[in-house]
């Protein structure tokens, strides 16, 4: 799937959906929440049943996911169960970048 900022996709095995906020370098990946490869639209269609425990992990409302050798950042706009992941390679939470101190 060749992946485009704005697009939201939605898991196949349970209720997460995400917009992507930066597309990846290169071409076509494979997107997968719990194993199963996210598909395009705003409708999530399982209930976490199906997924294998060595693919939970969650994703959470709110928090932006990033793959930093591809630069693909997502973020999730309805949680779910599953473990986020591009081509085989678990995203990471993104961190919030320290302030500087103000002495």
Aim: net charge negative; with cysteine; glycine share 14%.
């Amino acid at each position: 799937m060749i992946l485009k900022v704005g697009q939201s996709l939605a898991s196949n095995v349970d209720t997460t959906t995400l917009i992507v906020v930066r597309s990846p370098q290169g071409g076509d990946v494979t997107l997968t929440c719990g194993g199963s490869a996210m598909e395009e639209g705003k409708k999530p269609s399982g209930d976490g049943s199906t997924i294998d425990p060595a693919n939970t992990g969650g994703a959470l409302l709110g928090k932006r996911y990033v793959d930093e050798s591809s630069g693909l950042e997502v973020l999730c706009t309805k949680s779910g169960q599953g473990q986020l992941a591009l081509d085989g390679v678990a995203l990471v939470l993104k961190t919030a970048k320290p302030l500087p101190s103000s002495d």
